[in-house]
């Protein structure tokens, strides 16, 4: 049997819930996860619902800046090649199509913008203009 494509809230929330849901049993990156998220993940997974809704969607429910909250993360290129690992299994493990192909892809693309912001902060912060 073939997976379906991502086509509404539902199929939103089980690849969000099933994706956090690796990524807090993973040994390298579960722990800053649970750091970071400490008792919001109620609040932070809606927000991933509303965030994936609108970009896979294009129903527009989600509205800020994705990246601020990320900002101070401890994290390295070795966090983002396994957050796109898990992102990438639990999406293939669950569904097939356009939707999910795009998934992957913004994922990929979120998660190398993510490195190169932190990156540059951090060396602004130790080099600064002024």
Do not use: C
Request: hydrophobic fraction near 35%.
């Amino acid at each position: 049997m073939t997976n379906k494509d991502i086509t509404n809230i539902e199929d939103i929330q089980l690849m969000v819930d099933t994706f956090y849901s690796n990524v807090r049993k993973d040994e390298l990156i579960g722990s800053i996860f649970e750091e970071k998220i400490g008792d919001r993940w109620p609040e932070h997974l809606e927000k991933m619902y509303r965030f994936w809704q609108t970009i896979l969607l294009e129903e527009h429910t989600y509205s800020g800046s994705p990246f601020p909250p990320h900002k101070q993360l401890p994290v390295e290129k070795e966090h983002f090649n396994r957050w796109m690992e898990i992102f990438t299994k639990t999406v293939d493990s669950l569904f097939t199509g356009k939707n999910a192909d795009e998934a992957k892809l913004r994922g990929k693309m979120m998660a190398e913008m993510f490195h190169h912001k932190i990156e540059y902060f951090r060396h602004e912060a130790k080099h600064p203009l002024l």
